[in-house]
């Protein structure tokens, strides 16, 4: 196995990984599949294409069904046992539902074998922070 | 690998399997994956966090989306060729497809590596039944 | 590893993979996982029933959240680079976002542990195209 940790600034929505995925998996002929996990409950990983007006279409269908006044009770601060200045982020919570943890993505002599149109994202649902992904290869 | 089955009566609708995955881990050194699979087709797992506010937000979500009495051609029973007493469930399969039957985690040292606020679930979208869960291991 | 590509023909929208992969695993004896990977952008690998009227229930749903006239930025092909005659299927994309482009499933003695209603699925979201599913074995 091999594996890298990075730490990601998620100054844009969706961040490509496939350069540091590649970076990792370069040298490694024959096959693998590459595990690439994001350790945060408000950050998903997603392969998906990433035309912008695409983005556009998630991030409308997303404020839409999850919108950020979206009355969720986990943004009730005052009656849970955490600091009174917490994050209010229950949108970004469910928003993250609605994708995973994770993706598994075969490998075949130092490259991913992702179609034409695919990519590898992490999406931020809260503004801009400091994400860790772990990204494993195995053969 | 490592594999460990485990059969879960959901008398709750999360349920955390991170003390069940950790045993099975916890002697395994340098680095892994543990994979988390529910074989049943109303259950999902779920890498989330478990606060209960928000568990109510998710709860509330699967219901207005898919209410149990939403009209599903699945629980038109009487023209399946299934018994007349077959549980109606529509509403269950349909929350289920908006999760996943499987999660993917690395581990480092005996130790699967979370955030600080993910936890790993699986949840039951019927009434409180025995489950069965498969935990595999390998590195 | 074992690994076996296939091109799938999607006539119909749901289509089991589930002998496909079993002919591939079917001598590996003991533990092992199989990795199922679709190569392409509105195409979802999903772990589910495949009783008919439910397959309509959940195709019902698509139509309803994600409709082909859907106003979706990703079909103004007029300000897009591509050629004029780009498919229009922001629809496409849409629905996969609900599903994964992977699933990863335990095996034992030849066979995937899937329960009784459980069957892996490749979902085609366009009209007929011939596809590629990657199917990995590792043990």
Redesign the interface.
């Known amino acids: ?1 091999l ?1 890298k940790e990075i730490v990601v600034k998620t100054e844009k929505q969706f961040i490509s990984l496939k350069s540091e995925i590649n970076e990792l998996i370069k040298d490694e002929m ?4 590459v ?1 690439v ?5 408000t950050c998903a990983i ?4 990433g ?1 912008i ?2 983005l ?3 991030q409308d ?1 997303l404020a839409k069904t ?1 919108p950020k006044d979206g009355g ?3 943004d ?1 601060i005052g ?2 046992n955490v600091p009174i200045n917490e994050r209010i982020n ?1 949108f970004s ?2 928003r ?11 490998c ?1 002599d130092g490259r991913m ?3 034409q ?2 990519d590898v994202f992490l999406i931020e649902f809260d503004p801009a922070r400091e994400r ?1 992904v ?1 990204i ?1 290869y ?2």
């Open positions: 196995m594996k024959g096959m693998g599949i595990n996990f994001v350790a945060h409950t997603k392969v998906m294409e035309e007006l695409l556009s279409d998630v269908y999850w969720y009770r986990h009730m009656i849970r229950g919570h469910m993250q539902l609605f994708f995973s943890s994770d993706a598994n993505i075969p075949q074998q992702l179609g149109w695919q860790k772990i494993t195995y053969s």
